[in-house]
């Protein structure tokens, strides 16, 4: 497979990687202490197009391929995963979803504000008792006139304050099981739609997590999206392009804390000499520069794969449980080549190996990922 990047691609990959120094590495530390959304940094990301990058231009957005979407990804992430979950959550979930799925009067009303960055989106599926085992939806929206009645509780949302509209999974008829699922698009300042408090999280501190509530919230008809009993294929559809999104934040990640080793290798000294000259500093850099670079052909094969409309369940599944892992052994082996400064804040370091983690636990844990992969080659 070819993976050379067009000019088109390295002008988004530069704009991107400007734009993150920029904009984000300026009180990334503070806004990850304080758990601060970068609201500003946001706003100006659907500014440039970043919130809606593979939305059809007739809906306000970008008109671009998933490779590109994968290459911004990356850049920002390398700098600030916080903001690009925020991006992952509105571009792979919430306008591809809508854009797939939805109606015409959808696209209309909800589409071009998201894909333009002047709304935020949210995916609702998570809830107390069905985080993997997604099936399990306790949340019920039953119909009731000309509109559906919706109850429940739903956790660990992303964008859960900041959102203007979110798309909520829900069981209409607990009988048909998966089958009965729907999903529908909610607006914040409904009746009976509360927000919860903020999570305190270990990572992504500075994305704004929330459990939400609904309470005989009121939902037209025409905000459901897709045929009755749609709405667990439309999760299933949708997070598997997430996790192209997701794993790109992984990539991110492990990139940026392996650049900032390798540069600190080249200036920190330890017995008389730059410590990138010892063979066990030197030997753990081409291990990260290894492993980094095959995240990197999984990720782009499994973005070419969506692009050629070929089925991208495996290929995602594969360069999330990857990058993830590799996200994760790379931070931490970033944090080692820094010793003692790698343990405190300002080096940046421990802030990606903490953001690291919930790339192998949201879209799909690293065992839910195996779960998928396992199914599908075997399959054959
Ligand atoms: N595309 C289309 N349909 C799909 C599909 C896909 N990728 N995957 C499954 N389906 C369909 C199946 O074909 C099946 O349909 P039929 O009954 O008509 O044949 C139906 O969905 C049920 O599938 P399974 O029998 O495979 O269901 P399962 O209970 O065994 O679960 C699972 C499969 C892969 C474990 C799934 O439950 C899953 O992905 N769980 C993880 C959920 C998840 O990722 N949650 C993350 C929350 S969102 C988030 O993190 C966002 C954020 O804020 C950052």
Redesign the pocket.
Known sequence: MDFSLTEEHLMIQEAARDFARAELLPGVIERDEKQEFPKDQVKQMGELGFLGMMVDPKYGGGGMDTLSYVIAMEEISKIDASAS?VM??NNS?VCWGLEAYGTEEQKEKYLTKLASGESIG??C??EPEA?????SQKTTAFEKDDHYVLNGTKN????GSTADFYLVIAQTHPELK??GINAFIIEKGWEGFEIGAKEQKLGIRGSD?HSLMFTDVKVPKENRIGEDGFG??F???V??G??IG?AAQALGIAAGAYELAKEYSKVRKSFGTEICNHQAIAFKLADMHTQIEAARMLVYKAAKDKDNKENY?LSGAMAKLYASQVAMDTTIEAVQIHGGNGYVKEYHVERLMRDAKITQI????SE?QK??IS?AVLKD
Do not use: C, P
């Open positions: 979950v992952s959550v979930l949210a995916f599926l998570s985080g993997s085992d997604a099936t660990w949302i992303t964008n998966h089958k997590t667990f294929k999760a299933m559809k997070l598997a997430g996790r997701i369940d949201y879209e799909g844990t839910i779960i998928v199914r």
